[in-house]
């Protein structure tokens, strides 16, 4: 049998500064990763380069720690997902003793979401985030700690994204209260909950409000209309709502009123609705056919 030839290592850290940048544009948001765990001055080539060319979703709601990666407004694509083998591998790098974390699961899966994290944001010089993704049923303990590391790291608006079968209204009160960054977009993918009204009432301004019911048999409830008119959102998205033609019609009058200037689309699942009854009321001109308009430019 023939012997297979080894090709010798590639002396890439010896290239010079330009041509070794252009070299690790080309890497992908893994690799550049990847890199800057061989060394030192790997790590510090990746912090001097503006190289970062993706968005950054953080996610604190499933077992594992989790980064995503993504090209701008394209979140499915590139999802980075890192789980504890991935931090033993590296803990001379990420300055993480395995051993010293807690022996609580749960609480062990946050600290290394948290290690994690800052790295990402120290590696890249992050001045922006994507989302933060939490459960809706964290303990009171796992949502004080979450709070207090976005205070700390976090002093521009964000997109905030809740989801979970069941809900702790406790630990949603708590987040909220003891949360100083300002939300940008606020998404509640809750499936099951009684009431949040108390809490919930105190978000009036936001780039963009998601709610999202189970089904039409369990519709959202905990959103009402006068929520929405006392509103000043610019974007509003709602699944399996209760609302009523006569909602619909309060708001529109309102609107044309001049009410909600800053809003931009509003888009609501209902499970039926009559035409008539949304536009009661509201005179609306009818389109003139045999008039002719010509436009030149």
């Known amino acids: 049998m023939d012997e297979i030839s080894s090709s010798p290592a590639f002396p890439l850290l010896k290239l010079p500064y330009v041509v070794l940048n252009n070299v690790i544009s080309n890497f992908k948001q893994r690799e550049i990763l990847e890199f800057s765990f061989v060394s030192k001055k790997c790590s510090s080539i990746i912090k001097t380069s503006n190289l970062f060319r993706f968005e950054i979703r953080i996610s604190f709601k499933e077992n594992l720690p989790v980064v995503s990666f993504t090209p701008p407004g394209k979140f499915t ?4 997902h890192i789980g504890k083998d991935y931090f033993e591998t590296r803990e001379n790098y990420m300055k993480v003793d395995m051993n010293k974390l807690s022996g609580d699961v749960n609480e062990k899966n946050l600290q290394l979401s948290l290690t994690w994290a800052d790295y990402i944001f120290d590696l890249y010089h992050l001045n922006n985030i994507a989302g933060i993704y939490l459960s809706s049923n964290s303990s009171l303990n796992k949502v004080n700690t979450i709070v207090e590391w976005l205070n700390g790291r976090i002093p521009y608006p964000t997109n905030f994204f809740f989801y979970g ?6 630990g949603l009160k708590l987040f909220f209260d003891r949360l100083n960054v300002n939300i940008r977009e606020l998404s509640l993918q809750l499936t099951v909950v009684k009431d949040l009204k108390p809490f919930i009432r105190r978000f009036l301004d936001l780039d963009r409000f998601e709610a999202y019911g189970k089904s039409f048999t369990y519709p959202i409830k905990w959103i009402t209309m006068d929520y929405i008119l006392s509103s000043t959102f610019k974007s509003i998205y709602m699944r399996y709502t209760s609302f009523t033609e006569m909602d619909f019609n309060r708001f ?19 499970q039926q609705m009559n035409p008539d009854l949304v536009i009661d009321g509201i005179e609306v001109e009818e389109r003139v056919d045999t008039v002719k308009r010509v436009f030149t430019g």
């Open 77 to 80: 694509l590139g999802n980075c």
């Open 165 to 170: 079968s069941e809900t702790n209204e406790n």
């Open 252 to 270: 529109i009058k309102g609107w044309l009123n001049g009410n909600h200037s800053r809003i931009e689309s509003f888009y609501a699942d209902v």
